[in-house]
């Protein structure tokens, strides 16, 4: 059998003792850091053979733990924090396990992503995971763009060394919106920042160490005073029909939405939700036409 093996995100104290328990009966224990799965093991005196199962190494080592389980071996399959295949190897041995008829259990256990979500005081109702952010501006446009349009609460992971970068991202496309920083969760020096992009960026360190997961609100909003002008439910009145001219006339969504914001000076991301909506209002007018 294979047993998927969730590991604590950061301290080691977080293991399930279900998950112990697996390991100590497990025949091999197939890991994606042989060196930090040992120091795990050698914390509950747990001694077991491993294999190391990486990325990149994967689909060469796929096969041989398939004749092991087929064999009736018990592996159990751990990643360097977290459930594996999450962002992590697994995905694959699991699928391939899957498909040869072998069976496969998958137990609960630490999560990074349910963690932040939980932390970042954010709506829990429903999210969206966006993994690890892109790395080129253009696509890491796309996706916060993306994540811009979503009702949905929006997780993600990021590097330390990208953080500052993808920050003012996040300001010029999502405003003001409510976000989260959430830094080495479960460890000693844990932080969660709350707050906007461009508030956040300026109470972080120059160079910022440690796991990063992101959380951004979804574009539903929560009015608690009453309307003035600059305010998210504020329109000046004919910049809807501003938007539509600009649309017509073949701005992009982006172009029109930072057009808007400027002019009836409201956050960016009221602008843009507005001319999405209005887009997608004459999409469907020119289909049903």
Known sequence: MLYVCPTPIGNLADITLRVLETLRQADLVAAEDTRRTRKL???????????SFHEHNELRQLPLLIKRLQRGENI?????????????????L????????????????????????????????SFVFLGYLPRKQGELD???EQAAGQERTAVAF???????????????????????????LSKKHEQVLRGSASGLASLLPERVKG?????FSGS??????????????????????SIRKMIKAGLSTRQAADISSSLARIPRND???????????????????
């Open 158 to 184: 990021e590097s330390p060394q990208r953080l500052h970068a993808t920050l003012g991202r996040a300001a010029a496309i999502l405003g003001d919106r409510p976000m989260a920083v959430c830094r080495e």
């Open 271 to 289: 602008a843009y939700q507005l001319t999405l909506k209005i887009k997608k209002e004459a999409d469907n007018a020119t289909r049903s036409g």
């Open 211 to 215: 796991e990063i997961v992101l959380v």
């Open 220 to 241: 539903g909003r929560r009015q608690t005073c009453p309307a003035a002008p600059g305010s998210a439910e504020w329109l000046p009145p004919g910049l809807e029909a």
């Open 142 to 144: 796309r996706v916060l």
């Open 94 to 125: 699991v699928k391939a396990a899957l498909d040869e008829g072998l069976p496969v259990e998958v137990l609960p256990g630490p999560s990074a992503i349910e963690t932040a979500l939980v932390a970042s005081g954010l709506s829990t109702d």
């Open 41 to 51: 093991l050698s914390r509950y005196q747990i001694s077991k053979p491993l294999a």
């Open 76 to 92: 159990a399959l751990v990643s360097d924090a977290g459930m594996p295949g999450i962002c992590d190897p697994g995905y694959r």
